[in-house]
Nanobody
Framework: QVQLVESGGGLVQAGGSLRLSCARSGRTGSSSGMGWFRQAPGKQREFVAS????????YYADSVKGRFTISRDNAKNTVLLQMSRLKPEDTAVYYC??????????????????WGQGTQVTVSS
């Protein structure tokens, strides 16, 4: 069984920074594709960023490109999301996700097999 546990959310003023962490445990390859998604109240879950296994190729939603950085530490089984220049529209519950058996990172919710419980990020104006 794979478990993903997010941490690092909180309240921050616009223009500030936060770093989210996702700790992975259980039977999943350290090379699996990983992603961050978010869901604001009344909205669908949306893609934020993803990172592939092995090569560590990264992908970003246009709305966060240049402000967020995703990275992974396979030795520690963690994936990080560094968020800078935060905006009120970044307010959402942020979820970490992992693919079961693919190293490819995608932007599609349905491609991911395991999900964390989410961590709240609130950006005040």
């Amino acid at each position: 069984q794979v478990q993903l546990v997010e941490s690092g959310g909180g309240l921050v003023q616009a223009g500030g920074s936060l770093r989210l962490s996702c700790a992975r445990s259980g039977r999943t390859g350290s090379s699996s594709g990983m992603g961050w998604f978010r869901q604001a109240p009344g909205k669908q879950r949306e893609f934020v960023a993803s990172i592939s296994g092995f090569a560590g190729t990264t992908y970003y939603a246009d709305s966060v490109k240049g402000r967020f950085t995703i990275s992974r530490d396979n030795a520690k089984n963690t994936v990080l999301l560094q968020m800078s220049r935060l905006k009120p529209e970044d307010t959402a519950v942020y979820y970490c996700a992992a693919r079961r058996s693919s190293t490819i990172a995608t932007a599609e919710v349905d491609d991911y097999d395991y999900w964390g419980q989410g961590t709240q990020v609130t950006v005040s104006s």
